[in-house]
Every structure is written in structure tokens, then in C-alpha cells.
């Protein structure tokens, strides 16, 4: 158990933010699951500033997501502080606002947000101690290593993030031309949280329990930020607290337990965006819930093209008994 601020956290796993993916359904249906802590899609500043309808639907919580932070993203201070008033004045249900500083797609960072906003520490700090006092909510930041290889400076920016006044960082563990291929280098993060006043959670290839006790142990950090890993296995939240609390291992999923839950989730996920949207957003994700069972591709290609309805679904995955 660990604060930000006054609020407790009371597991190891934060659900990390993923865009097209960490949408309120999503971030309901992996509570169930244990999840101690849920971070929204990122949510551009200037999106709510225009008053853009699809970007104030990322800022929707529920009361039982908490606790959650809002992600915001933009390359000043002024704008974030305007965006921040936004989604307290829309929204009461949340917690923390996240800022992202990982965020590595070049179409983010050529506007100078997301990781671009690495490359300098001390105008980062200049930054965020007018967003830190820009709000009576505890703030967080989502670092990378660095910008590339030869700026691999996130010491230095941890150093600027503490001193402005943030309540707790992230970091992923792969420099921002490393986008999201290559291996994560935990080593250089060996110890990283006794150097740190703040909470930490790592990012970076959680795919397994064996992966989040590798980078608690390397790193030392408070949580893991389960990602990619997370979905279509939904285990692994519980697998990852449940080990950490008793040292006892939870099995995997067993495939019916598995269909269970993708029908459960595509239940929530067309309450929240109707029918249509949601099986155009499930055909990305479903066949994730069969990875890892025998037999399964022609069943994850059905439903990656097939899906169009909840009947088609439903269909689809009687096949597979």
C-alpha cells in the first residue's frame, strides 16, 4: 500500500492509459479483476479546450472506477491549466490528473507533446510547477528514458518533476525512438525508487507475473503499469496482487473462463458505445482473449474479420466448443 496525496493505493497494478482502448467500459470490466488504480484514454488539452464532443467523452468516470486520474496531454502549461478547470468544472469522479511525457507517436511529439517534452528538464520543471499549483488535485507524470540514446536522461527529469511538486511518476522503460519495439531496460532503472520522494510505477513488457516481479524487483518500484499485457488476459491483474500479497501463484485462465469474460466485457463495451462501435473496436481486441490456447487462429481470424454484431460474436465462439 502506498498514497498520492491523501488517497491510498492499495495493490501493485495500475491500468495503463491506451488510446482507442482504456475507455470506461474497459476500465470497469479490468476493476473487476483488482485493479488498484485506472488512467483514462489521453485526453488532449486542446480538445476540451475547443469543446471537441468526442474528447469530453474521455474525460467520463464512474465512482467505482476510483480511484482514476485523467490523462491530459499538451506542450504548455497554460493550456493544461485551462483543460485541468474543464474536467473538474465536467467531472467530480476522479482522483489525480496524469500529464503524459511518454507518449512517443510522432504526431504527438511533433507538436511538441508526449516525450518531446523530455529533451529539457529544467523548462519541465518551470512547467509543471504552474500546473502543480494549478489545482488542489495531486498530479502524476508518465516519463520515458529519454528522447533517444544519447539523451537518456530521465534521472534528471525525475529530479525536475519531484522539485515542481508531482505526487508520483511513471516511467517506461524504452526511449522515445524505441517507440514500443525492442526490449525494455529495467537495468537501467536497478534501485531507481530508493532514489526517489515519490511513488513509482514501471512500464514496459508486463506480459506475465514472472515480468511484473522481474521489474518490481530490478526497479523497487510501488506498481507495475499493465498495458498490452492486460489485454485479453485479465488474469494477470489478479495473478500479480494475488502474488504479491500472499506469494501464492494463480493458475491462467482456462479458455472457457476466457470466453466468459470477452463476452462480458463486449457487454459493457456496447452499453457504453452501442453496437456498432463497439464490435468495430472488439475486432482489435477479442481474438487477444484466445492467445495462448491450441487451435486457435482460424477462431481469432473470424473474429477479426467476421465480428459485426453480438449475435456474430456469440456465433463465433459457440464454434469453438
Not at 470506461?24 to 483488482?34: P, Q, S
Not at 518551470?126 to 488542489?136: S, V, Y
Not at 456498432?276 to 481469432?300: C, E, T, V
Not at 477479426?304 to 460474436?313: E, F
Amino acid at each position: 500500500m502506498f498514497k498520492i496525496g491523501n488517497v491510498e493505493i492499495k495493490g501493485k497494478v495500475v491500468l495503463a492509459p491506451m488510446a482507442g482502448i482504456t475507455s470506461l467500459a474497459y476500465r470497469n470490466f479490468m476493476k473487476r479483476f483488482g485493479v488498484d488504480l485506472v488512467v483514462t484514454e489521453m485526453v488532449s488539452d486542446c480538445g476540451l479546450i475547443y469543446e471537441n464532443k468526442k474528447t469530453l467523452e474521455y474525460i467520463k468516470t464512474t465512482p467505482e472506477e476510483r480511484p482514476i486520474a485523467i490523462q491530459l496531454f499538451g506542450n504548455n502549461s497554460e493550456t493544461i491549466n485551462q483543460a485541468m478547470k474543464i474536467c473538474e468544472k465536467e467531472n467530480p469522479n476522479f482522483d489525480f490528473f496524469d500529464i503524459n511525457l511518454g507518449c512517443p507517436v510522432p504526431k504527438v511529439t511533433k507538436a511538441g507533446s508526449g516525450s518531446a517534452l523530455l529533451k529539457n528538464p529544467a523548462n519541465l520543471r518551470q512547467m509543471f510547477e504552474k500546473i502543480c499549483k494549478a489545482t488542489t488535485k495531486p498530479v502524476t507524470a508518465k516519463i520515458r528514458l529519454g528522447y533517444n540514446e544519447n539523451s537518456i536522461n530521465f534521472l534528471e527529469n525525475i529530479k525536475a518533476l519531484e522539485e515542481a511538486g508531482v505526487a508520483a511518476i511513471g516511467i517506461h522503460a524504452r526511449t522515445t525512438a524505441q517507440l514500443y519495439s525492442g526490449k525494455p531496460r529495467y537495468e537501467l532503472l536497478k534501485n531507481l525508487r530508493e532514489k526517489m520522494s515519490v511513488p513509482l510505477f514501471v512500464s514496459g513488457n508486463i506480459y506475465s507475473l514472472d515480468d511484473a516481479i522481474s521489474a518490481l524487483e530490478i526497479t523497487k518500484a510501488d506498481a507495475v503499469m499493465v498495458a498490452r499485457g492486460g489485454v485479453g488476459n485479465p488474469q494477470l491483474v489478479r495473478q500479480i496482487n494475488h502474488y504479491f500479497k500472499t506469494g501464492e501463484r494463480l493458475p491462467n485462465s482456462t479458455l472457457e473462463e476466457n470466453i466468459t469474460y470477452l463476452k462480458e466485457f463486449a457487454d459493457m463495451l456496447i452499453e457504453e458505445k452501442g453496437e456498432y462501435r463497439a464490435m468495430s473496436i472488439l475486432r482489435g481486441i477479442a481474438p487477444k482473449f484466445l492467445d495462448g490456447y491450441p487451435n486457435m487462429k482460424q477462431y481469432k481470424n473470424m473474429l477479426a474479420q467476421s465480428l459485426t454484431t453480438r449475435a456474430s460474436l456469440e456465433r463465433i465462439l459457440d464454434e469453438i466448443r
